[in-house]
């Protein structure tokens, strides 16, 4: 939660100063998939700044908290007997990305996305066997492309409506996600 805090103080710290033209800050809410062997969802949602270069063109820099999965199963090891796991990975991602837009009229829009992300796994595991019990952490980022497609529909001259669909390289996480953006 402290990280979340901090985030959105960093985005709010930019983006009050940038009130010129271009400048527009989005959040988003949805649900993220992870893919694989289960395939499990949870909550996703992003905070961002963008700059609209044109009608065409937009750039945008945003955090991006997609949930995690927890993982529960009992594996058995000779010599040692059943072994029960406990745990949890968490996702999240920072990313900056460019969106190619095609306006269909004065307010709605497709568009598609195209950027590099960090991506960030934190995983948390309890193994207890005959009566001992352990506890590891980790933590793994990586740098992968992001893309996606959506649409945005302008409420007014400062208020949007957005819908997404975007895939976090060749992770199995994935999010869709409904929002609003301003613009300055």
Do not use: C, W
């Amino acid at each position: 939660m402290r990280k979340h805090a901090l985030v959105l103080g960093l985005l709010a710290a930019v983006a009050l100063p940038a009130a010129a033209d271009g400048f527009y800050i989005y959040g988003d809410l949805g649900q993220s998939k992870f893919s694989g062997d289960t395939d499990e969802t949870d909550t996703a949602a992003a905070l961002g700044l963008g700059y609209k270069l044109n009608n065409n063109f937009s750039l945008e820099l945003g955090y991006h908290d997609l949930g995690g999965i927890d993982i529960s199963e009992t594996m058995y090891y000779p010599g040692v007997g059943n072994v029960d796991v406990d745990g949890s990975v968490d996702a999240s991602a920072v990313q900056v990305s460019a969106l190619a837009k095609l306006p269909l009229n004065d307010s709605f829009d497709l568009f598609a996305r195209l950027g590099y992300g960090r991506i960030k796994l934190d995983a948390t595991a309890t193994a207890s066997a005959q009566g001992v019990t352990g506890t590891e952490s980790d933590s793994a980022s990586e740098n992968k492309p992001v893309y996606g497609v959506g649409a945005g529909y302008k409420l007014n001259e400062k208020v949007g409506l957005r819908a997404e669909y975007i895939k976090f390289g060749d992770t199995d996480i994935s999010s869709f996600t409904l929002g609003v953006s301003y613009a300055f």
